[in-house]
């Protein structure tokens, strides 16, 4: 069965209701081998892709990856971009603001991360989390130190997304392609996952109480979730809602967007001038003998 990108990309023109969003869809292979040998089809022509992107040095790339705890984003990472070469691209993970990053806007500690021209930046957590997490606990607004005057919660996530789709339709205008990724999970299989971390001894460090306690949180992250996407899918800069239940149809359906957003840009090696030729026939010349 072939994954159509398009299918699980959230349109810009209309609002979604993200209890419709699937968790799950019917899997793409029959088997595990038929998997793995889709997935390594996938991950070679990610890798041929990737070396002409690096080589044409036109675009930047950017991935961002949001989800709740346990979704896969960091699998997804591992598994899909495991044939990229590391010296174009980079990954960063976005935790709690340092004090340093906190005496700045909430843009500006991604905005220094960002990919240069032919590389891939990976974010696994990015400045959405600043009308995610941050709107699911307000109270983090007041560690911010903002003039009390932007403190308004009638408004101060509209203005951040706001923020946010103006510095990506800048970036857009400058050559950096935005991919954004929402792992969607169920509730129940976030429940089965926490429970295989603390049955697998390789896996315990993975859980911890606050994690069990942002459950409490679900219908506040999921409300969160639903007008972030709805305010921020454009055109320049689409979400993706991919159905996480199911990890293995989750990794290919992410390797099809990655794919055919690299088949979407113009790129073509460097073309090799008269004068290059001439001297690559010097060079040539010079190693015969």
Avoid at 152 to 171: A, F, G, P, Q, T
Avoid at 212 to 238: G, I
Avoid at 259 to 282: N, S
Wanted: charge should be positive.
């Amino acid at each position: 069965m072939k994954i159509h990108s398009k299918d699980f990309r959230v349109p810009h023109h209309k609002k979604i209701n993200i209890k419709r969003l699937p968790t799950i869809v019917k899997p793409f292979c029959e088997s595990k081998k038929e998997y793995k040998d889709l997935l390594e089809k996938h991950i070679a022509e990610l890798t041929s892709l990737q070396q002409l992107h690096y080589a044409s040095n036109r675009y930047a790339l950017l991935l961002i990856f949001q989800g709740m705890d346990s979704a896969g984003k960091d699998g997804a990472i591992r598994h899909v971009m495991s044939g990229v070469n590391p010296e174009g691209c980079e990954v960063f993970s976005f935790k709690r603001p340092s004090a340093e990053e906190l005496e700045h806007d909430f843009l500006w500690r991604t905005t220094c991360r960002l990919p240069e021209r032919g590389r891939i930046g990976i974010f696994n957590r990015s400045y959405y989390e600043e009308v995610l997490i941050v709107r699911v606990h307000p109270q983090i607004l007041h560690t911010q130190r903002l003039p009390e005057e932007l403190l308004d919660e009638r408004n101060i996530w509209k203005e951040r997304y706001r923020s946010i789709v103006d510095l990506e339709r800048h970036l857009y205008r400058n050559g950096t392609r935005i991919v954004k990724i929402f792992l969607n999970l169920s509730y129940e299989e976030q429940r089965k996952r926490f429970l295989a971390r603390i049955d697998a001894p390789d896996k315990n460090w993975k859980v911890s109480s606050s994690d069990n306690h942002e459950r409490k949180y679900w219908k506040h992250y999921m409300d969160a979730y639903e007008d972030c996407l709805n305010a921020t899918s454009t055109r320049h800069a689409p979400w993706y809602a991919v159905p996480a239940d199911d990890k293995d149809n989750a990794r290919l359906i992410v390797s099809r967007i990655v794919l055919d957003t690299f088949q979407d840009l113009k790129m073509a090696y460097p073309k090799t001038t008269e004068k290059r030729r001439l001297e690559l026939q010097a060079i040539a010349k010079e190693l015969a003998k």
